[in-house]
């Protein structure tokens, strides 16, 4: 059997395969999907190298001259993010509808070190309102990227790339607009670390956004993207090869939703989070392991279970969020197939607790993936029906839903690089009034990164041949005849959700399929 080893401290741990080879065939790609994944990177890189752009070490020259760029690849979205990305009502929107929507909350006090006074944003609330009265509404709303505050980050022409801890304060306007109302780059309020308003100069407050879009970037690669979806899939998946036998049913249950996850993993700790890697191109393998560790300190089963995560953020009624509304009906569709599914093979609670290779499996996730900490709230056991149902939802929804929200849009949302970028190359302005058009290409990613950048999302984001939709079982693990019928009946109702969804989405300006049950795949498989 495949064997645990330690990744980094703080992180879940992972599979001891160094190569392809190692791993258990029933995991491993197709050989379509391999080739496929080989030639679209490839593919990606020839066609930027036309134009002869992926190793330019130059500085872009104006914002028209990256329109040029990716002439092939552009997505609706992608276009209608470089038209409006300068524009406040669109960047707030991205906060809920965008590749992470897991960071806002609802603000009803504002953080002390975050000193936002009512004078400041009185403009740009309704005619006579106040900041405290629109927080006692629940009209406020804050990001926070605290985490981010002094992670490691490569040393380039002897100074650290910035990565800032930023603050940034939304209002939920009359007329339902989410809009940035105050920013603050760093986490000490201090004369060099201002707070920027809407009423500053267009430069200054664009190049604000901008940082807070890079602290945006780092927390959702990272925080939510990696560890979230891809290590907490990886140490599910190997606890059900090493605790639950091939005939266990609730193997049979599982593993059509770990398919490629352990070869995603690996090639991405080989390409992507390699110390020469992307992802590690910023914060250095070291930054990148300190802010997993991080991040894994804080996850709880709660914040893993969307309806729980939503209420204990605040996030119940803003309106347009679509995350949320298709999130919790394929929440609540993934519970019910589950519960019918565990219910046939568990008759009584008691069943439960004397399944010894259940305990096993709950018992290897709790170590292993959750590191045996007791304060994520994580079961160490099971002793009803009820939580192993609970538990198998939550690890369905993440691999499946949870993963296509985040890694769905990359592109769409982050193929324009400004709106979205990997890097930064300048330390954020620490007084107002100096910055121009000219600081703001400073500070963007250079050619050669932002082409580079442009290729791994459009792969990220990319739909392969062999994709199996959620809910759709071609090994057919089970062949009894309520088993088949409730699988029928799940993939009825996710098929209903995605014709609503679909209808919606004709009605919007910027629609949103990243939860669209017909275009997720059944695991984390890229």
Known sequence: TISWIVYAEGVPHINNATEVSALPSEVKFSFSKMSEFIYTKSAAIAELKLKRLVDSPEQWKDLDMMKTVFWKNRTPISEYVSEHWKEDDFFGSQFLNGTNPNVIQRCATLPPNFPVTNEMVQPFLKDGSSLAMEMKKGNIFLC??????????????????????????????????????????????????????????????????????????????????????????????????????????????????????????????????????????????????????????????????????????????????????????????????????????????????????????????????????????????FDKVEEVVKFITMIIFTVSAQHCALNMGQFDYGGWVPNNPLLLRKAPPTTKGRSSMNTILEVLPNISTTVNNMASTWLLSKRYTDTIPLGTYPDQHFDEAVPLQIIKQFQAELSYLSGSIIKRNATLTLPYNYLNPAEMENSVSI
């Open 144 to 381: 926070d990227y605290k985490r981010l505050e002094g992670v490691p980050t490569r040393v380039v022409n002897g100074k650290p790339l910035s990565l800032t801890a930023a603050l940034c304060l939304f209002y939920k306007n009359p007329e339902d607009k989410l809009l940035p109302i105050a920013i603050q780059l760093e986490q000490q309020p201090s004369q060099q670390n201002p707070i920027f308003l809407p009423s500053d100069s267009e430069h200054d407050w664009l190049l604000a956004k901008i940082f807070v879009r890079n602290a945006d970037f780092s927390e959702f690669q990272i925080s939510y993207h990696l560890l979230g979806t891809h290590l907490l899939a990886e140490a599910f998946t190997m606890s059900t090869l090493r605790s639950l036998p091939i005939m266990h049913p609730l193997h049979k249950l599982l593993i059509p939703h770990f398919r490629y996850t352990l070869q995603i993993n690996l090639l991405a700790r080989k390409r992507l989070i390699s110390p020469d890697g992307p992802l590690a191109n910023v914060r250095t393998l070291n930054g990148l392991k300190e802010l997993l560790k991080r991040a894994h300190s804080e996850i709880t089963y709660s914040s893993l279970c969307l309806p729980e995560n939503i209420v204990a953020r605040g996030l119940e009624s803003i309106p347009n969020f679509y995350y949320r509304e298709d999130g919790l009906k394929l929440w609540n569709i993934i519970n019910s197939f589950v519960r019918k599914m565990v219910e046939l093979f568990y008759s009584s609670n008691s069943e439960v607790s004397r399944d010894s290779e259940l305990q096993d499996w709950i018992n290897e996730i709790f170590i292993h993936g959750f590191l045996g900490n007791n304060k994520s709230g994580i079961p160490k056991r």
